[in-house]
Every structure is written in structure tokens, then in C-alpha cells.
């Protein structure tokens, strides 16, 4: 059975073209120009994309996860941080797609109402892939200097995780 939802991206492009041809706009030129700066974007941000990705792999493949992890985890543990999402918050404001799957990973090992399970579930949903997220806006736009955003940003992320078990203990006692 369709939903009303199922019309709505169509509707809105039928919409745009009309619109378009209504204000007397070359709606192919202009879109051919919006995929032309689109590109654009895409040449200037890839080698910065490129190196992060490299960055996270070479992390995890050669055990350095692990032992900024033993680092962490005195610290950890006096913050009230589960040893398990120690991974999560090193691999949060760096990749999406790491901390993703380290999420999963946590949920499949410990379940998603445990203690461990909600802790990252509430860091999942109040961080920022603070370095991507600076790496795709800045360097689409080609911002050199990021002045106060990285501390400001880490500081969040940072927050979020020292808030996050003590959350989960209030609301789930």
C-alpha cells in the first residue's frame, strides 16, 4: 500500500520545475551549474576525506585503538565511563561510520538496555564527528583557521561523555 509520503520528494521536484518555468528560469542550465559547484565541493574536501579515513583505518589495524583504550581507562573509570565505550568516545568525533560500528559492536555484546547499552546509546545520539564534521564545512568552503571551533567542539563531545553514564543511572535506576 503507497503512502501519501511515498508523492512527496516527486511532488516537490514537479513543483520546483514549475516554479522554474513559471519565473522564466533555464531550469537544465541551472542545474547543470548546482552539479558543476557540486563537484567542485567534492574535488576540494575529498584528499581531506581521504586522509581521515586512512587515519581512522591505520588506528584500528595496527592496535593503536587499543592502547590509547588501556591509556584511557584509569580516567575512564574515575569519570564512571564503562571500560566497553572507551572505543566510542576515542572513535566519536573522529568517524561516523567507526563509531557506528563500534556502536553496534557494543550493543551485540552487552544489549541495548544494559547499563554499558545505554551509556553508548546516549553518546551515539549527543556527539558530533567533530573532526569529519570540520573537515566536510570548512574545507567546502576553504576555511583555514578554525579559531575556537575545535576546542569548543571537543569540549561537547567531552561533556557528553562524562554526562552520559551519569544520565543512564538517573533515568534507569
Known amino acids: 500500500m503507497t503512502e501519501i509520503s511515498d508523492y512527496l520528494?516527486?511532488?516537490?521536484?514537479?513543483l520546483m520545475?514549475?516554479?522554474?518555468?513559471?519565473?522564466?528560469?533555464?531550469?537544465?542550465?541551472?542545474?547543470?551549474?548546482?552539479?558543476k559547484n557540486g563537484f567542485k565541493i567534492v574535488l576540494n574536501i575529498a584528499p581531506s576525506l581521504i586522509a581521515l579515513i586512512l587515519a581512522i583505518d591505520m588506528l584500528k589495524a595496527s592496535g593503536g585503538l587499543?592502547?590509547?583504550c588501556g591509556i584511557l581507562s584509569?580516567?575512564?573509570k574515575l569519570l564512571g565511563i564503562p571500560d566497553d565505550v572507551i572505543p566510542l568516545t576515542i572513535l566519536?568525533?573522529?568517524?561516523?561510520?567507526?563509531?557506528?560500528?563500534?556502536?553496534?559492536s557494543i550493543l551485540k555484546d552487552n544489549g541495548p538496555d544494559s547499563f554499558i547499552g545505554r551509556c553508548a546509546s546516549v553518546m551515539m545520539g549527543s556527539t558530533e564527528t567533530t573532526f569529519?564534521?570540520?573537515?566536510?564545512?570548512?574545507?567546502?568552503?576553504?576555511?583555514k583557521k578554525t579559531r575556537h571551533t575545535l576546542p569548543s567542539a571537543l569540549c561537547a563531545d567531552f561533556t557528553s561523555?562524562?554526562?552520559?553514564p551519569k544520565i543512564v543511572k538517573i533515568f534507569f535506576k
Open 9 to 14: 520528494i516527486p511532488c516537490i521536484v514537479v
Open 17 to 35: 520545475v514549475f516554479h522554474g518555468a513559471f519565473k522564466g528560469v533555464d531550469i537544465f542550465s541551472e542545474f547543470i551549474a548546482g552539479a
Open 66 to 68: 587499543q592502547v590509547l
Open 74 to 76: 584509569p580516567a575512564a
Open 92 to 104: 566519536s568525533p573522529i568517524s561516523g561510520s567507526g563509531s557506528l560500528g563500534m556502536y553496534e
Open 132 to 143: 569529519y564534521t570540520m573537515t566536510v564545512y570548512y574545507g567546502s568552503v576553504g576555511i
Open 161 to 164: 561523555f562524562i554526562l552520559s
